[in-house]
């Protein structure tokens, strides 16, 4: 059974690059309005990923205005991590950087285990299906969480 929407959450993983934005992304589209979602990574010292912006835009999520943003910045920037009620971290970096981050705060940080796409594949039609795969399981874990869109809670 679907559990009910967070008012907000934040998707984290290594770069901000890949993975957490495709999370945010998704999730603005299937929940829209009804949670404010922001992504950040451990760094933020790559732009969003070409391959992202191009399997995500197959199923109608556009990332190629995304800015990557660290932990760090968001807290330079007035970002509070204890304003938001769930952490979701797609990689083992991001989910020690979270839980270190809130460790005096009361939300959860929880992790699912996302394949890293990045360097898989020798040809680009290899890569966009090593995207594609870890696009669909971000998918399939938000809607096991929370239901598909449009059901009722």
């Known amino acids: ?25 998704i999730m603005k589209k299937l929940y829209g309005s009804r949670v404010y979602v922001q992504s950040a990574g451990v760094k933020s010292d790559m732009e969003i990923d070409g391959f ?8 109608g ?5 995304h800015r990557t943003r660290s932990f760090d910045e968001m807290e ?10 769930l952490i979701v971290a797609l990689s083992p970096a991001s989910q020690r950087r979270a839980l270190e ?16 796409p990045t360097g898989l594949g020798e040809t680009r039609l290899a890569k966009l299906d090593a995207y594609r ?17 449009g059901e009722t809670k």
């Open 52 to 59: 992202s912006i191009a399997v995500c835009d197959e199923i």
């Open 133 to 149: 795969q870890t696009r669909d399981q971000i998918a399939s874990h938000l809607k096991e969480r929370w239901g598909c869109p």
């Open 101 to 116: 981050l809130t460790r005096v705060f009361h939300l959860d940080v929880i992790y699912w285990p996302i394949m890293d």
């Open 76 to 85: 330079q920037w007035g970002d509070d991590l204890s304003s938001f009620d």
């Open 61 to 65: 999520v556009e990332l190629a205005r």
């Open 1 to 25: 059974m679907a559990e009910e929407l967070p008012q907000s959450v934040l998707f984290c993983c290594d770069h901000n690059a890949v993975r957490s934005p495709m999370a945010e992304g």
